[in-house]
């Protein structure tokens, strides 16, 4: 049975997929989110409501920021 082969080297950056699904980046490179409450029980929600949920919007916290870049490194707008 053949070994495993113990390379030498620096290790690939994986992405991390539902960070890579919730966050965007804008041409400009603002970090933007989507909102939740948009998979069930939605239909005693007002149509208003259910419009306000499809946008995205700016994330503002430093920290957020920070660890969104780190998780999801190849990000593209």
Same mark, same amino acid.
């Given at each position: 049975?053949?070994? /495993? %082969?113990?390379?030498? &080297? @620096?290790? @690939?950056?994986?992405?991390? @997929? *539902?960070t890579s699904k919730r966050f965007g980046l804008t041409g400009s &490179?603002? $970090? !933007? =989110? #989507? @909102?939740? &409450?948009? %998979?069930?029980?939605?239909? +005693?929600?007002?149509? =208003? #409501? ?7 919007i700016p994330v503002k916290g430093r920290g957020i920021i920070k =660890? !969104? /870049? =780190? $998780? +999801?490194? +190849?990000?593209? *707008?």
């Amino acid at each position: 049975m053949p070994r /495993k %082969s113990t390379r030498e &080297g @620096k290790y @690939k950056m994986k992405t991390h @997929k *539902a960070t890579s699904k919730r966050f965007g980046l804008t041409g400009s &490179g603002v $970090l !933007v =989110r #989507t @909102k939740g &409450g948009k %998979s069930h029980l939605r239909r +005693n929600t007002a149509e =208003r #409501t259910k419009r306000q949920l499809a946008k995205m919007i700016p994330v503002k916290g430093r920290g957020i920021i920070k =660890r !969104v /870049k =780190r $998780l +999801n490194p +190849n990000m593209e *707008a």
